[in-house]
Nanobody, 128 residues
C-alpha cells in the first residue's frame, strides 16, 4: 500500500522558514515526478513546484521562485521529498500537499488532476 505522510507545517512569522517533508512507504520517488501544491482558503489549489527524479529538472511558480527549494535526496533512497521554504510571506499561508506520479515536470507547472498519489496535507500559517 502506498502511503504519503507529510510533516513540517506550522505557524511562522513573516520572513521565517519552514521545511516540509513528504515521506513515502510502499513507494519510492525514483522515476516519478514529485510535486507540491497548496490551497489557501477560498482559492483553487495551485501547483507550487515539481521535481522530475529522472533528470532533476524542476519548476517553481513565480510566486515562490528564489524562496522555495524542492528536493528528494538520493541518499535517502528517494523515499522522502522536501520543500524548503524561506522568506515566507503571509500570502504563503495554505495547506500544502505533496503528490507524485509518472509524469513530466513541465514548464507550465504541475496540474493537480494529473496526479494519482497524494499526501494528506500540512497547514502552513505565516503571520505578518
Amino acid at each position: 500500500e502506498v502511503q504519503f505522510v507529510e510533516s513540517g507545517g506550522g505557524l511562522v512569522q513573516a520572513g521565517g522558514s519552514l521545511r516540509l517533508s513528504c515521506a513515502v512507504s510502499g513507494f519510492t520517488f525514483d522515476d516519478y515526478v514529485i510535486a507540491w501544491f497548496r490551497q489557501a482558503p477560498g482559492k483553487e489549489r495551485e501547483g507550487v513546484s515539481c521535481l522530475n527524479s529522472r533528470d532533476d529538472s524542476t519548476y517553481y511558480a513565480d510566486s515562490v521562485k528564489g524562496r522555495f527549494t524542492i528536493s528528494s535526496p538520493s541518499d535517502g533512497g528517494k523515499s522522502t521529498a522536501y520543500l524548503q521554504m524561506n522568506g515566507l510571506e503571509p500570502e504563503d499561508t495554505a495547506i500544502y500537499y505533496c503528490a507524485a506520479d509518472y509524469l513530466e515536470c513541465r514548464a507550465g507547472g504541475p496540474k493537480d488532476y494529473e496526479y494519482r498519489f497524494w499526501g494528506q496535507g500540512t497547514q502552513v500559517t505565516v503571520s505578518s
